[in-house]
């Protein structure tokens, strides 16, 4: 077996730079700019429209996005600290049957505790964001949070009166 073998370096594909107009597993998160092959980019994130070239218009209309988004984020923080302003502390009534030795027919929900707060304050929130530590069965006053947003949590008093 003698004979003259030829060993060749196989050059890699350039990089190119793209921003991600969608969460990729294995690259980032939608307006991520990132390196890739040129290859991968030309033939998959493009057609596929998962991501741009980043040009400098394209970096400029990001910039402009995230600038957007920022201030919208800093609004619906200052709506939300301004919610849970009005209602911090406040003491909201659910009037309910009640049964013998001041039991419930059923309980209180995050439902209906919604309902009191627009009822009450004229404030939407949300069932899912009223966090009840134990379940509402009895007479009594009970502490409830809710989660007006991700970094704002107001704390009211349900007060459970019969009907």
């Given at each position: 077996?003698?004979?003259?073998?030829?060993?060749?370096?196989?050059?890699?594909?350039?990089?190119?730079?793209?921003?991600?107009?969608?969460?990729?597993?294995?690259?980032g998160v939608k307006?991520?700019?990132?390196n890739v092959s040129?290859?991968?980019?030309?033939?998959?994130?493009?057609?596929?429209?998962?991501?741009?070239?980043?040009?400098?218009?394209?970096?400029?209309?990001?910039?402009?996005?995230?600038?957007?988004?920022?201030?919208?984020?800093?609004?619906?923080?200052?709506?939300?600290?301004?919610?849970?302003?009005?209602?911090?502390?406040?003491?909201?009534?659910?009037?309910?049957?009640?049964?013998?030795?001041?039991?419930?027919?059923?309980?209180?929900?995050?439902?209906?505790?919604?309902?009191?707060?627009?009822?009450?304050?004229?404030?939407?929130?949300?069932?899912?964001?009223?966090?009840?530590?134990?379940?509402?069965?009895?007479?009594?006053?009970?502490?409830?949070?809710?989660?007006?947003?991700?970094?704002?949590?107001?704390?009211?008093?349900?007060?459970?009166?019969?009907?």
């Amino acid at each position: 077996m003698n004979g003259i073998y030829i060993i060749t370096k196989v050059k890699r594909g350039d990089l190119m730079k793209v921003i991600l107009k969608a969460d990729i597993k294995s690259l980032g998160v939608k307006g991520d700019v990132v390196n890739v092959s040129d290859g991968y980019a030309r033939n998959y994130l493009l057609p596929k429209n998962l991501a741009v070239e980043a040009t400098s218009g394209n970096l400029k209309e990001l910039k402009n996005l995230k600038k957007k988004q920022e201030q919208k984020k800093e609004l619906e923080l200052k709506k939300a600290k301004e919610t849970a302003q009005k209602i911090e502390g406040k003491t909201i009534q659910a009037a309910t049957r009640v049964g013998d030795n001041g039991k419930l027919f059923g309980s209180i929900t995050n439902k209906e505790i919604a309902e009191l707060l627009e009822k009450n304050f004229d404030i939407s929130i949300d069932k899912r964001k009223i966090e009840i530590k134990e379940a509402i069965k009895a007479l009594g006053t009970y502490p409830v949070t809710i989660r007006v947003h991700p970094q704002v949590v107001a704390k009211i008093m349900v007060q459970v009166v019969a009907e």
